[in-house]
């Protein structure tokens, strides 16, 4: 199923679920009074669309642990992103529940059967960390979560999404986007007088940057994959991963393709770098495009030619990544690859990379970011100048000196 799809039964079927609920939560607050759990036994995690924000929820999880070291941690998410959740290599994989939303059909039985086995938990507590779903606000009250914590909007023009929470935590658009995932945890055991709750300074000890270390049976694969594809003579060269693509949730925050072709035909001006496409299957014909136009024996077709972990391993083991702002940014903090991402849509100063070696290019035009959580990362525009001025000569001049860098 496609985004605006979701977005169009979240909008359609979201909103009445969410005021009847809230009504349901009124109703039977008259007879009982929600009180907060001091010492949760089971918490549940909710994010069910963006793979980056799995990793950067990497502090939240370790945070959780610090102030509960009992509990069971467990996972609510889309059955394509699971695999962000197994790769941080926390919360066991029999606790990993996942939706199937292919079609409408397996949305409603997956719901069921998630939801299902939830309640047979017995959560204390449900995490919320979705800023612009009602479905993730409603699987938190249907999971019967005796404590709810999730962002609300208060006296700002968000996503209506009920209030039906015990936990309502604002949305700060001026900090990072894992300490606002900080904040959840934080709330969950802020005193009832703090409204709106978590008044804390942020600290950046508290932001986590997981490793990933490859099994050995992966990277086997990994450089089989890579003998295989790239020339014998270009054994030992540098290798560059190109990432064209972004989720079909914001598609303004792809780079446009001509500018990857001439960035590219620049990069092969130097006799060493070898260029690998990456992408899902469906995105293999894109980067073919690419290939073709392209013309060298330098540039190969990586798309769809390896699985998640693979992916993520491939990173580890190449020198330079460049990207769109999507998900591949977060998951190459997790290794050594120096990333080179494109921010317009969305600002980086909620969204950017956390790891060191990673370089942002960003305008900061004044109709820029004009996605978000308080529009559904919806834009009207049509014309995305704020990464079309990023031009690659720009880009060219930055990686240019890390052609010949050797990783560490």
Request: charged fraction near 25%; proline fraction near 7%.
């Amino acid at each position: 199923m496609n985004t605006q799809s979701m977005r169009k039964i979240d909008r359609r079927a979201g909103k009445p679920i969410c005021f009847l609920l809230t009504l349901a939560y009124k109703f039977l607050k008259v007879f009982k009074k929600p009180s907060a759990v001091r010492h949760p036994r089971n918490i549940l995690f909710i994010e069910m669309s963006e793979m980056g924000s799995i990793i950067l929820a990497y502090s939240l999880f370790m945070k959780t642990k610090q102030c509960y070291p009992e509990a069971s941690l467990y996972f609510l998410t889309f059955k394509q992103s699971r695999y962000a959740v197994d790769i941080l290599d926390i919360i066991p994989e029999k606790n990993v529940f996942y939706i199937d939303n292919r079609n409408l059909w397996f949305l409603a039985l997956s719901t069921i059967k998630s939801l299902s086995g939830l309640r047979r938990i017995n959560l204390d507590m449900a995490v919320d960390m979705e800023t612009f779903s009602r479905f993730s606000a409603i699987l938190s009250y249907l999971s019967c979560a005796t404590n709810r914590v999730g962002f609300y909007r208060f006296n700002q023009e968000g996503l209506y999404k009920g209030r039906f929470l015990t936990h309502e935590v604002p949305f700060n658009p001026h900090i990072h986007m894992t300490q606002n995932m900080l904040n959840l945890i934080y709330a969950a055991h802020s005193p009832k007088s703090d409204i709106p709750p978590a008044k804390r300074i942020p600290d950046d000890k508290d932001i986590l940057i997981p490793k990933y270390h490859p099994p050995k049976n992966i990277e086997q694969k990994v450089r089989k994959k890579l003998a295989e594809g790239i020339p014998l003579k270009r054994k030992n060269s540098k290798i560059i991963l190109i990432n064209p693509n972004a989720s079909d949730i914001v598609p303004l925050r792809r780079w446009p393709q001509e500018y990857y072709i001439r960035l590219i035909r620049l990069i092969l001006k130097n006799p060493n770098p070898v260029i690998l496409i990456t992408g899902q299957a469906s995105e293999k014909k894109q980067a073919e495009k690419i290939i073709r136009e392209v013309a060298s024996d330098r540039c190969l077709n990586f798309a769809g030619k390896t699985s998640f972990p693979e992916l993520i391993t491939l990173y580890h083991m190449a020198d330079i990544l460049i990207t769109n702002d999507s998900g591949p940014v977060h998951f190459s903090t997790m290794t050594g690859i120096r990333t080179f991402v494109f921010f317009g849509p969305e600002t980086p100063k909620i969204f950017g990379p956390l790891g060191e070696k990673s370089h942002v290019f960003y305008k900061g035009m004044a109709c820029s970011p004009c996605v978000s959580a308080f529009n559904q990362k919806h834009s009207p525009c049509r014309d995305n100048q704020c990464l079309k001025r990023i031009t690659p000569d720009e880009v060219y001049e930055k990686v240019l000196p890390y052609l010949d860098e050797e990783k560490a």
